[in-house]
């Protein structure tokens, strides 16, 4: 009987568990026992994996587990004795090969750098497009729930005010020919003040600090206009998934499944306190010059409550809403929401 240190893996979650291989030469069996395992196979359900350089090997067992062993050259000795019929060695020569393991290091590599430069935004937009409205809806509901439970209170602006901007911002629409459901939410926001942001459901926050900052309703319209925009390309989502995409990986490699719980914790966390990449605030503001031309609104507007929104703030950067806090700075985006009329 020989004894061998090993990692198991149960085959259902990749949590590893530290465990001593016992080989029972006589009867055939192989017992694996750790602190939570504590296993018996016959040989027929044991497969030994062929040896590949000088890295560790695999033990499959039938019932989909296995065992991950460090020690080649004790393995090969027991197996040996144990089950005669293990694979051959040909492909150890052949992968010791010091030339095929540079060029597949330099493969590999090259392969993650394009799947995080490139592939990550390709594949956040593509799952953000194909999540269901049932999902958005669920999530967006949730996040206004925490937001209102956290940082937001009750409008203070008169019911006339909110059925006025309502009435505006549902002209624009028929105008812009966006015929997506948003939904409008007045809400004070606690010392947070002039902001405004859009949900994955398509529910666009308000808050009164805005409203009041505004001299002229066209420049609330405009800001809704941006923030519809965010909404009609899946920004939130997109960003929250690529963030939490390298989390999601993690939690699949190490099996913890609260880490991909904790997606949706992250998208109030992320609403305020992160930014747009330049891109999607680029997108988002060319969609909103487009759509208030379209509808007959001067797109300065736009431009007008960004400074606006800028020298409210000040320099307390941390402070700014969403679309005044982005990398483009804001007074380059205000040159090029002018240029564009
Ligand atoms: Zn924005």
New binding site residues.
């Given amino acids: 009987m020989t004894d061998i240190p090993a990692t198991y893996f149960d085959g259902r979650t990749s949590r590893p568990h530290a465990v001593t291989l016992r080989w029972h030469a006589l009867d055939g069996v192989l017992e694996v026992a750790g602190e939570e395992v504590a296993l018996r196979l016959a040989r027929r359900d044991v497969t030994v994996e062929s040896r590949l350089g000088r890295g560790p090997r695999f033990i499959r067992f039938a019932d989909g587990g296995r065992c991950e062993v460090a020690d080649n050259d004790t393995l090969d000795a027991v197996i040996a004795t144990w089950a005669p019929q293990h694979g051959g060695n040909w492909l150890h020569r052949l992968e010791t090969s010091w030339r095929l393991v540079a060029v597949a290091v330099v493969v590999l590599g090259a392969a993650m750098w394009a799947a995080i430069h490139h592939g990550l935004p390709w594949g956040a937009k593509k799952v953000a497009f194909m999540l269901p409205a049932e999902f958005t809806r669920v999530l967006g509901d949730q996040t206004l729930e925490a937001l209102d439970r956290a940082m937001l209170a009750p409008t203070t602006l008169t019911h006339e005010r909110q059925i006025k901007l309502r009435a505006d911002f549902a002209a624009f629409l028929q105008a812009a020919g966006d015929t997506t459901p948003y939904q409008i939410e007045f809400r004070a926001l606690k010392g947070q003040g002039a902001n405004a942001f859009a949900l994955p459901s398509g529910t666009i926050v308000i808050s009164d600090e805005l409203v009041l900052l505004a001299e002229d309703d066209r420049e609330i319209v405009a800001v809704l206009a941006?923030e519809c925009a965010?909404v009609r390309h899946r920004h939130v989502l997109r960003a929250v998934l690529q963030n939490s995409a390298v989390v999601v990986a993690f939690a699949l490699v190490t099996g913890d499944a609260s880490s991909t719980a904790a997606f949706g914790g992250a998208v109030p966390t992320w609403l305020l306190q992160s930014k747009?990449s330049r891109e999607f605030?680029r997108e988002?503001d060319a969609d909103a010059v487009e759509k208030l031309r379209a509808a007959g609104l001067d797109p300065a507007h736009l431009a007008t409550m960004l400074g606006r929104l800028s020298s409210a703030h000040g320099d307390d950067k941390l402070a700014l809403p969403?679309?005044a806090r982005?990398h483009p700075p804001t007074q380059e985006r205000i040159n090029a929401i002018k240029g564009a009329r």
């Fill in positions: 941006h965010h747009f605030e988002a969403e679309y982005s």
